[in-house]
């Protein structure tokens, strides 16, 4: 058993930077895969990065690569995300996820969530 909770989001003007955090409980942490996801409004939950177990191997959306940057410390027990050229169309509430299955991209690939950070751009 995995709890998630993240920290991190506010607001922020566009061009500008944010670190959100994602502190998790379990003595297993370091050997599940871990995911950020996000949801604006209206709009269904997306993928935006992961990263494996041993921080070996990372994935991104598109639409955030080059600005955001997934890292882990698993002394720590935490998941970060980096966001830095921030746009206005980032803005959403972010989830942490962690998978015990797979290093993947889909939801279905993640069976522990986080109750989610609201990170808001403004233009």
């Known amino acids: 058993q995995v709890q998630l909770v993240e920290s991190g989001g506010g607001l922020v003007q566009a061009g500008g930077s944010l670190r959100l955090s994602c502190a998790a409980s379990g003595r297993t942490f370091s050997s599940y895969s871990l995911g950020w996801f996000r949801q604006a409004p209206g709009k269904e939950r997306r993928f935006v990065a992961a990263i494996s177990w041993s921080g070996g191997s990372t994935y991104y959306a598109n639409s955030v690569k080059g600005r955001f940057t997934i890292s882990r410390d698993n002394a720590k027990n935490t998941v970060y995300l980096q966001m830095n050229s921030l746009k206005p169309e980032d803005t959403a509430v972010y989830y942490c996820?962690?998978?015990?299955?797979?290093?993947?991209?889909?939801?279905?690939?993640?069976?522990?969530w986080g109750q989610g950070t609201q990170v808001t751009v403004s233009s």
């Open positions: 996820a962690a998978s015990s299955l797979r290093l993947g991209t889909q939801l279905g690939d993640y069976n522990y």
